[in-house]
C-alpha cells in the first residue's frame, strides 16, 4: 500500500485508534524520519480529542525512551528502542509487565522477540515520490485481519 500524504497516514491512524483496546501492542519500524512518530501523534490525538481530553504534544522519545500519555480509560506507553543495543536493556523499561490499562506503542522493536497475542506491526518505507510511503500492516490476535 502507498501513503500518498499525511492525511492518508492521519486516516490509517484514526482506523487503528478505532480498534484499539488495552494491552494492545503496535510497533512501528522503518527508517529515521519515514513517520513512526506522526502517526503515533495523530493516534494519541485523535483519541484525546475523541474523549474530550486536552490535546497533547507527542514527541519522539528517542532520548527520554518512554513518555506517556493518561486517557480517561487507559494510558498509552510510547516507547523508542533506537538507542538500545541488547535485551538486558530492553528488559530494565519493564515494557512486558503486567499492565492492564495500557497500550504500547514501540518504535524500533527489533530487540523483541517474544510474539504478543494483539499486535499490529507497521512497516513504514520510503517511496519513490518524496511525500510517500510504502506501508505494511501485518498482525497477531485480533489484528490478524486488519487492513
Known amino acids: 500500500m502507498i501513503i500518498k500524504s499525511l492525511e492518508q497516514l492521519n486516516s490509517l491512524s484514526k ?3 478505532d480498534h484499539i483496546k488495552e494491552k494492545d501492542f503496535i510497533f512501528l519500524t522503518g527508517e529515521i524520519g519515514v513517520g513512526k512518530t506522526t502517526f503515533t501523534r495523530y493516534l494519541i490525538n485523535y483519541l484525546q480529542k475523541k474523549e474530550g481530553s486536552n490535546i497533547t504534544e507527542v514527541l519522539s522519545p528517542t532520548f527520554n525512551l518512554l513518555y506517556e500519555y493518561d486517557l480517561k480509560n487507559f494510558k498509552i506507553m510510547h516507547y523508542d528502542l533506537y538507542r538500545l543495543k541488547n535485551k538486558r536493556e530492553l528488559n530494565t523499561l519493564g515494557i512486558f509487565q503486567e499492565n492492564k490499562n495500557a497500550i504500547k506503542i514501540i518504535e524500533w522493536p527489533s530487540l523483541i522477540k517474544n510474539p504478543k497475542s494483539d499486535k499490529l506491526e507497521i512497516h513504514l518505507d520510503y517511496a519513490k515520490q518524496d ?17
Open 131 to 147: 511525500n510517500e510511503r510504502k506501508l505494511k500492516l501485518l498482525g497477531t490476535g485480533k489484528w490478524k485481519n486488519f487492513k
Open 15 to 17: 482506523k487503528v485508534a
